[in-house]
């Protein structure tokens, strides 16, 4: 079965960190650029970042640009996500998912395959 599995949410208190992974199962990840995306009930899902099939290239939105950083060990099939520095309006679930990235364009295309996706929760 072809599938992204995150792992890696929690709750943690304003001004933590997580590192949250994507691990591709039934397909081999190198071949692929990989985003991030949240989403919080009542409202769109938003992008967040990516990262290229190299790892030479990656892309942040403004509000987490300085905190997240993404990066993949293709020997492991995984995409990691280090958040620090969260905030309350980080909180949502996260979702990982194939995509198109580059560095001036950001995340485009289709999405064709997705995870679940990880429960993050940043309170005091």
């Known amino acids: 079965q072809v599938q992204l599995v995150e792992s890696g949410g929690g709750s943690v208190q304003p001004g933590g960190s997580l590192r949250l992974s994507c691990v591709a199962e039934?397909?081999?990840?190198?071949?692929?650029?990989i985003a991030w995306f949240r989403q919080v009930p009542g409202k769109g899902r938003e992008g967040v970042t990516c990262?290229?099939?190299?790892?030479?290239?990656?892309y942040y939105k403004d509000f987490v640009k300085g905190r997240f950083t993404i990066s993949r060990d293709n020997a492991k099939n995984t995409v990691y996500l280090q958040m620090n520095n969260l905030n309350p309006e980080d909180t949502a679930l996260y979702s990982c998912?194939?995509?198109?990235?580059?560095?001036?364009?950001?995340?485009?295309?289709?999405?064709?395959?997705w995870g679940r996706g990880t429960q993050v929760t940043v309170s005091s």
């Open positions: 039934g397909f081999t990840l190198d071949y692929y650029a």
């Open positions: 998912a194939t995509t198109g990235c580059t560095h001036s364009s950001g995340i485009y295309g289709s999405h064709d395959v």
């Open positions: 990262i290229d099939k190299s790892g030479n290239v990656s």
